[in-house]
Structures are given as structure tokens and as C-alpha cells.
């Protein structure tokens, strides 16, 4: 019993050796063909070149690329380290000028003094100094050793005022880079009376008119001359007074230019509405080349007050600049000068964009228009539709005298 069972065991041990073994091979058979073992030939294998060489050939002009887009970047570092170079340098001389400014702006603000003003120009200054129209001088500013101006040094000698010397860089910033030909003269601003209205004219005395002005609360009557003799034959030298009423006229330089034309051609007087115009400044003193300094000049609170209460004393508002269509207000420019002779006149002029206000224009006694001697700007058809409004006014006031 026992050799029998000893001899299946070893039949069954020899039998389960063999079937192990014939797994294995099994195995390793289907292994083999499903994941072959090869090695793939490379691409510098195929060509029979080392691996150095056929890169350098296959890639050469990636290189030559790759160097040019590297020159191109140097030459954009460069460019733009030039403009940030460029940049900071701007940035250097924006600082310097805004620490300029303000030292230029400290500067004037110590040396100037808040209840005076600068006013320069040979012509505005000898103005100044000679009528004594403004309260008071503070000094008189020379440009560096150059006295050479003896009048204007004597006036200033006269009145007691301080002379200085002073380089063109200060006279600069004190006459904020405007031309000053080398004389500043610091001095109190000019403060206009308030006009209420014009008297009568009386026809038996036509050399001389009333004006009621206000100072300080009260009305008081003054009789000025008249400036003009009369053009007219037979009229004893006798003539009507003539004055410039300017509304909205907010360029100092044209309103300075206007009250130089007026003084010029004779107006015996100017009226400045005080809301609604330039402030009478060393701009306007420039300007006028020192006209406004001596001309009779007004301001007139309430503009329609006093057109209306003049006109009662037979005063004549001739609006210049408009023309309405068949209307017997409107008179052409030859018959301004038959205007004056009859009636004393006020011209009434605005501004060049806007014109006079409407409610002025309303109340005026006439209209004229400057007329152009072009046909396609009287038929509206050229950019050039208009003049300067100084020019404007000399041409119109040359009317009424001439």
C-alpha cells in the first residue's frame, strides 16, 4: 500500500513539474510577442551620422534665425534704453523747470506786494507817471545800469519814488515774460468811479457835459470839457461829446487796443460794464500804450440804468456790429458823423463772438454795420467774416468825427 501511494506521488510530482515548465514557456512566448523587444534606430542613425552632425546640419538656419532675432533684440534694448534714457532726461528738465516756476513764483510773491501791481512799458509807465492817476508809487525798476531814460528817472525823482536796478531775468518773471522794454514801475491799480448817467448837453454850450459818477456811496455831478473841436464850419469850434460804452469785451489786449484808438481819435470818454469785461491790469496799460492811464474811463454797475437814464437827457446809443433787416434804426456808416452833430453819441460796442448783449441792443436808438467792400463776405459766402473788434471801433469812431 505504502509503494503504491509513494509511486503516484512521484508521478504526480514529475507531471506537475512538467506542466510548471510548459507555463513558463507559455508565458514568456506571449510576452515576447506582444511587447517586442527592438530598439528604434534613430534619425542620425539612419543617415550614418553622429549625433552633433546632424543636428548642426538640420537646424543650421533655425540658428542663423535665432542669432538675427537675437541682434534684433539687442538693437530693441538699445532703442529702448535710449528712450528710457530720453525719458528720465525729460523727466530731469520737467523737474527742473517746475522747480524754476516755483522758485520764480516765490520769488514774486516776496517781492511783490498784493495791493500793487506791475505795470511795464516805456510809453505806459511816462503815462502813469505823468497824469497821477493811480493813489501811489512804490518803485521804479531799470533794467541792470540802463538810466538812460532821463525823463523817466526825473518823474520818478519828482514823486519821491525808489529807483532800483534789476536784471532782465527778474523783470521777467515780475511782467510775467511780457515786453517790458526795461522799465517796471510798481504802483497802486487804477479804481474806476462808477458812472450813473450823462447829463444834458445844452446847445448854446456844447464845449463842455455832465457826467454823475459815484464814489464811495455818493452821487456827485462833475462838467468835464469836451476833447474835440468841430470839423463844421460856422460852428464856433463847438461839437457834441462823444463816448465808447464796451460790454463783454474780455481780451485784455483788444479792450487796451480800443481805449487806445478812442484816446487817439478823440472819444471824450470810455464806459466798461464791471461784470462783464477785462480788468482794466498792467495788460491793458500795455495795451493802450499808456492811454489808459489819460482817458476818462468809467464803470458802469448797471448798463441798461444808464443807457436808459441818459438817453431822457437826449443822449444817442448807436449799437456797432448789428443790422436788422428792414428796420429805421439801422443807419449806414456816413451817417454817423450827421448823428454827432445833432445829438451827442455813445457807441456801443460787444464782443467779437458774442456782440452785444440783446438787452443793450434793444435799448439802442440805432444800428450800424462796417460794411466790407467784398462781395462774398457781404453775401456771407468767405471764412473772413468779420474784423478785429478795436479795429472795428477805430474805423466806426473815424466815422463819427470825419
Known amino acids: 500500500m505504502s509503494k503504491v501511494l509513494i509511486r503516484r506521488l512521484a508521478t504526480s510530482s514529475s507531471s506537475l513539474s512538467k506542466q510548471l515548465d510548459t507555463a513558463k514557456f507559455v508565458k514568456k512566448a506571449s510576452f515576447d510577442r506582444n511587447f517586442p523587444n527592438e530598439r528604434r534606430q534613430r534619425a542620425w542613425e539612419k543617415t ?164 454823475y459818477q459815484e464814489d464811495l456811496g455818493v452821487v456827485e455831478q462833475i462838467t468835464l470839457p469836451v476833447i474835440r473841436e468841430s470839423e463844421i464850419e460856422d460852428s464856433d469850434g463847438v461839437c457834441n461829446p462823444f463816448g465808447v460804452l464796451i460790454d463783454e469785451v474780455t481780451d485784455p489786449h483788444n479792450l487796451g487796443a480800443i481805449i487806445r484808438s478812442a484816446y487817439y481819435l478823440g472819444a471824450d470818454f470810455v464806459v466798461v460794464t464791471a461784470k462783464n469785461c477785462a480788468p482794466l491790469n498792467s495788460v491793458v496799460a500795455k495795451a493802450s500804450s499808456g492811454a489808459l492811464e489819460l482817458m476818462n474811463i468809467y464803470s458802469a454797475d448797471n448798463p441798461m440804468k444808464f443807457i436808459q437814464e441818459s438817453q431822457s437827457n437826449g443822449w444817442k446809443f448807436v449799437s456797432a456790429g448789428v443790422s436788422k433787416t428792414q428796420d429805421s434804426k439801422n443807419v449806414g456808416m456816413d451817417s454817423l458823423k450827421d448823428l454827432l452833430v445833432a445829438e451827442p453819441c455813445v457807441m456801443i460796442l460787444g464782443s467779437e463772438g458774442k456782440g452785444i448783449r440783446k438787452n443793450l441792443v434793444n435799448l439802442s436808438d440805432f444800428y450800424v454795420k462796417l460794411e466790407s467792400y467784398r462781395s462774398d463776405i457781404n453775401n456771407g459766402k468767405s471764412v473772413v467774416d468779420s474784423l478785429n473788434v478795436s479795429v472795428a471801433a477805430a474805423l466806426l469812431m473815424d466815422k463819427f468825427f470825419r
Open 48 to 211: 550614418g551620422e553622429d549625433k552633433e552632425t546632424f543636428f548642426k546640419r538640420k537646424y543650421a538656419h533655425v540658428h542663423a534665425r535665432q542669432l538675427k532675432d537675437r541682434d534684433l533684440l539687442q538693437e530693441y534694448k538699445t532703442k529702448h534704453d535710449k528712450k528710457q534714457l530720453y525719458r528720465e532726461e525729460s523727466k530731469h528738465i520737467r523737474r527742473e523747470r517746475k522747480y524754476q516756476r516755483a522758485e520764480s513764483n516765490r520769488y514774486v510773491q516776496s517781492f511783490h506786494n498784493p495791493l500793487t501791481e506791475f505795470v511795464y512799458g516805456t510809453s505806459a509807465v511816462l503815462a502813469a507817471l505823468t497824469s497821477g492817476k493811480r493813489q501811489s508809487y512804490t518803485r521804479l525798476l531799470l533794467q541792470g545800469s540802463n538810466s538812460s531814460d532821463d525823463q523817466l528817472v526825473k518823474l520818478a525823482k519828482q514823486n519821491g519814488i525808489l529807483i532800483e536796478q534789476m536784471d532782465k531775468h527778474h523783470m521777467n518773471l515780475l511782467s510775467n515774460y511780457n515786453p517790458h522794454n526795461g522799465v517796471i514801475l510798481e504802483a497802486r491799480p487804477i479804481i474806476l468811479n462808477s458812472i450813473k448817467k450823462l447829463g444834458i448837453v445844452s446847445s448854446e454850450n456844447q464845449t463842455e457835459y455832465d457826467v
